[in-house]
């Protein structure tokens, strides 16, 4: 979805895809914390490598993605608001 896009769906579709948006902001918040206890528990376990840097780099990419999904949620609270 591209916020060019955004004109052509209903406020109920708009407003489903933030509430989803929203909900993949705590599970890639509840992965990242997963994710980033592993690599400390490798570390402090068997020192660093490649399964400690492993988890760093998921958690990289998903906060990379978590980072477009904050710019479209804002996209699509603007489209809604200038809807009225």
């Given amino acids: 979805m591209n916020p060019q896009n955004l004109s052509d769906f209903s406020n109920q579709q708009l407003s489903q895809?933030?509430?989803?948006?929203?909900?993949?902001?705590?599970?890639d918040a509840a992965i990242v914390g997963l994710t980033v206890g592993i690599a400390v528990y490798g570390a402090v376990k068997s020192g660093f490598g490649f399964f400690t840097?492993?988890?760093?780099?998921?958690a990289y990419i998903i906060v990379r993605n978590s980072k477009n999904n904050k710019i479209l949620a804002r996209a699509i609270?603007?489209?809604l608001e200038d809807r009225g």
């Fill in 77 to 79: 609270q603007k489209e």
């Fill in 17 to 27: 895809k933030l509430k989803q948006l929203e909900n993949s902001k705590v599970i």
């Fill in 53 to 58: 840097l492993f988890p760093l780099l998921l």
